[in-house]
């Protein structure tokens, strides 16, 4: 079985219910069921025309449910409108779906969270990751957007930034393991670049390229994390990087900043850098004080952190780490890196092994296992 088939099939599957008159949370069940049945039927016989037959016994099933809750005379009109079993166009609806789940009925963060699980492929856990509020938080959350959306035809369009956040965030998931998801992200940004002209699109785009680039380097050839410092940066994608560039200038020039933008800054002063002592920290700090500026989020900070501590010392950046949150996510974990520049083995072995305790990505938590049992061992017994 295909898997990375049906769920490419699936938001274009989804979007053609949605435009037949389906409401939004009948048309996902519907879907399912039919992956569902994809997943019992297709190992004996994959279908000429996937699309298509997903599209066929997906509407059959909405058919069904709606039969079984309405009145008589309402099912045999039903019964009627089904239509006839053939090849779907092979439009893709994906972007369309996209706007269409960031509905103006819903808030933003509501529609981030709804077109996540709905279409992006997220489980509801790594959404409430990506958000940092606990998975029962935002279960409720999609069922309520689900609930504001039900019996409502999905024909008015969200705005662009909703669209650009989730787009950002299915990118972020994917970047941490699923290579999928990453293209599909970059996909779809440059099916919006080609439409929409507004330099956070492109900012978006630039920071998408920038960060695959280095995909190659990432993980060692045992699966674990290589640091952005230990990185080869032979095996980073130059052209990549060079188009990420390109796009960044031609955005920051139409001095319209924002937070897209400012983060493929970012990661473009690392790319520009041949190696890690060459990277301009200082002007990085700058980067994320604009960053701060314009999100006052506590993630950019604690980044921001790191930036100062090496830019201006360990204790410097021990010191704006103070000013933060310690139940941040990675928090202990930074604090372990800047003890460690700063001389501190002991408390900064510590710090790993306990940052390590709390890391929920296996890839992640190995890291920093190692990174810990590294420093004890250099102490010694």
């Known amino acids: 079985m295909d898997e990375a088939l049906l769920r490419s099939l699936t938001p274009g599957v989804l979007a053609v219910l949605v435009r037949r008159g389906a409401d939004f949370a009948a048309a996902e069940d519907a879907v399912q069921d039919a992956l569902v049945e994809a997943v019992r039927v297709w190992p004996e016989e994959t279908p000429r025309d996937p699309k298509g037959w997903l599209v066929t016994v997906a509407w059959r ?13 309402r099912r045999e009109d039903l019964v009627d409108e089904e239509p006839a079993a053939g090849p779907a166009s092979g439009v893709d609806d994906t972007l369309q779906l996209y706007f269409l789940c960031a509905h103006p009925s819903l808030t933003p963060s509501s529609a981030v969270a709804l077109t996540l699980r709905a279409v992006g492929g997220l489980t509801t856990r790594q959404i409430a990751r990506a958000y940092l509020v606990p998975e029962a938080t935002m279960a409720q959350r999609i069922s309520r957007a689900k609930r504001t959306v039900s019996g409502v035809r999905l024909d008015r369009h969200g705005d662009v930034a909703t669209v650009l956040r989730v787009l950002y965030l299915v990118f972020n998931e994917g970047y941490s393991g699923d290579v999928d998801l990453v293209a599909e992200a970059i996909r779809l940004t440059r099916q919006l670049a080609d439409r929409v002209d507004h330099p ?9 390229l920038l960060h695959h680039a280095r995909r190659a380097a990432r993980t060692a050839p045992d699966g674990g994390l290589v640091p952005l410092a230990e990185q080869d940066r032979s095996r980073w994608d130059t052209r990549a990087i ?3 560039v390109e796009i960044l200038q031609g955005a920051l020039a139409r001095d319209r900043l924002g937070e897209f933008q400012a983060q493929a800054a970012i990661a473009a002063l690392h790319a520009d850098a041949r190696t890690a002592e060459e990277t301009d920290w200082v002007q990085i700090v700058e980067w ?5 500026r314009l999100t006052d989020s506590p993630v950019v900070r604690l ?3 790191v930036a100062v501590g090496e830019a201006d010392g360990p204790r410097a950046g021990l010191a704006a780490l103070a000013e933060l949150d310690e139940s941040l996510p990675r928090h202990t974990a930074v604090a372990a890196h800047l003890h460690e520049r700063d001389g501190d083995l002991p408390k900064a072995a510590r710090l790993y092994a306990e940052a390590a305790h709390k890391a929920s990505d296996l890839a992640e938590r190995d890291h920093l296992t190692r990174q810990a049992a590294r420093l004890n061992h250099r102490q010694g017994p």
């Open 242 to 244: 060079a188009e990420g």
């Open 288 to 292: 994320y004080d604009e960053l701060a």
């Open 61 to 73: 099933r909405f058919l069904d449910a709606t039969r079984a809750e309405a009145a008589r005379r």
């Open 303 to 305: 980044n921001r952190a």
């Open 200 to 208: 956070e699109v492109a900012g978006l785009l630039a920071l998408m």
